[in-house]
């Protein structure tokens, strides 16, 4: 990406589920190599706003845009191929798979990745040659994240901040120009989320640009370069972490007044 290239342009995104308005008509952009937060309380909307950007759910109405392309209507799997990488809320590995397995089977996934998905029929198609390149790919992925040492550990024994560390490697392999992070951080104890914002600064200083939604507001605040805020699917508030800080609407919701 060049430097100030719009990556991401959310246009008045949309998502009714029945009579609840999810995201309401929700506009915001995410530039080349900037982390931007997506924060609000639980329901805002925030989650299926990655639904929405990664085509896990189809717009009601409004328009997303990658990279100056319309892609509201593309297929996850097309999505994930453009360069869009993911992660889930919750930890979505085979504990009993080595850390290597778990990312080499989300690289070939891709975006049809979920957690009732087909995985082993899915594993069942490679032949030697793509198995070796997936491995390949995915230990490359692991050495950047600095998970190299743990590649034939069982993923389930690793620490929830090196299993979350792991998840931002799977998202890797697909080679995304943007990642959206769905609360990376929860859970985690302090040094483990110190760890994990040294690592997407370090994506960050690489060109990656990075959409994160999470809660610990010390770690948001000095992590990002602009926040989004939502409440009850609607945009509430967007700014500089230090204007948001002192925003009356964000202060109202996350305070109650
Ligand atoms: P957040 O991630 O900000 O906590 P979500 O995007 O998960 O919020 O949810 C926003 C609202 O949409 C909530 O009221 C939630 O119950 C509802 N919701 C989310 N996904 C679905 C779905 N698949 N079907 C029906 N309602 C949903
Ligand atoms: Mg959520």
Same mark, same amino acid.
């Given at each position: 990406?060049?430097?100030?290239?719009?990556?991401?342009?959310?246009?008045?995104?949309?998502?009714?589920?029945?009579?609840?308005?999810?995201?309401?008509?929700?506009?915001?952009?995410?530039?080349?190599?900037?982390?931007?937060?997506?924060?609000?309380?639980?329901?805002?909307?925030?989650?299926?706003?990655?639904?929405?950007?990664?085509?896990?759910?189809?717009?009601?109405?409004?328009?997303?845009?990658?990279?100056?392309?319309?892609?509201?209507?593309?297929?996850?799997?097309?999505?994930?191929?453009?360069?869009?990488?993911?992660?889930?809320?919750?930890?979505?590995?085979?504990?009993?798979?080595?850390?290597?397995?778990?990312?080499?089977?989300?690289?070939?996934?891709?975006?049809?990745?979920?957690? *009732?998905?087909?995985? @082993?029929?899915?594993?069942?198609? %490679?032949?030697?040659?793509?198995?070796?390149? =997936? !491995?390949? /790919?995915? $230990?490359?992925?692991?050495?950047?994240?600095?998970?190299?040492?743990?590649?034939?550990?069982?993923?389930?024994?690793?620490?929830?901040? *090196?299993?979350?560390? @792991?998840?931002?490697?799977?998202? %890797?392999?697909?080679?995304?120009?943007?990642? =959206? !992070?769905? /609360?990376? $951080?929860?859970?985690?104890?302090?040094?483990?989320?110190?760890?994990?914002?040294?690592?997407?600064?370090?994506?960050?200083?690489?060109?990656?640009?990075?959409?994160?939604?999470?809660?610990?507001?010390?770690?948001?605040?000095?992590?990002?370069?602009? !926040?989004?805020?939502?409440?009850?699917?609607?945009?509430?508030?967007?700014?500089?972490?230090?204007?948001?800080?002192?925003?009356?609407?964000?202060?109202?919701?996350?305070?109650?007044?």
């Amino acid at each position: 990406p060049r430097a100030g290239e719009r990556i991401l342009d959310v246009q008045r995104a949309r998502k009714q589920f029945g009579g609840l308005v999810a995201v309401n008509d929700v506009s915001f952009g995410v530039d080349a190599g900037e982390i931007v937060g997506l924060i609000g309380p639980n329901g805002a909307g925030k989650s299926t706003t990655f639904n929405l950007v990664t085509g896990l759910l189809p717009l009601t109405s409004g328009s997303i845009a990658y990279r100056g392309q319309d892609i509201s209507r593309f297929a996850s799997r097309d999505i994930v191929r453009l360069g869009i990488g993911r992660t889930f809320q919750h930890v979505q590995l085979l504990p009993g798979m080595s850390v290597l397995e778990n990312v080499a089977l989300g690289a070939h996934l891709r975006g049809d990745y979920r957690p *009732q998905g087909g995985v @082993l029929a899915s594993v069942l198609r %490679l032949n030697r040659r793509e198995e070796a390149k =997936l !491995l390949h /790919e995915a $230990a490359c992925q692991l050495e950047r994240v600095g998970l190299k040492e743990w590649m034939f550990a069982e993923a389930g024994s690793l620490a929830l901040g *090196q299993q979350r560390i @792991l998840e931002i490697a799977r998202a %890797l392999c697909s080679d995304p120009a943007l990642l =959206l !992070l769905d /609360e990376p $951080a929860a859970g985690l104890r302090y040094q483990e989320k110190q760890a994990l914002a040294t690592l997407l600064r370090q994506l960050r200083d690489d060109g990656m640009s990075i959409l994160i939604v999470e809660h610990d507001m010390d770690f948001v605040m000095n992590l990002t370069d602009k !926040l989004v805020v939502m409440e009850f699917g609607t945009k509430i508030a967007e700014g500089t972490p230090e204007t948001i800080q002192q925003h009356p609407a964000v202060l109202e919701a996350y305070l109650g007044g």
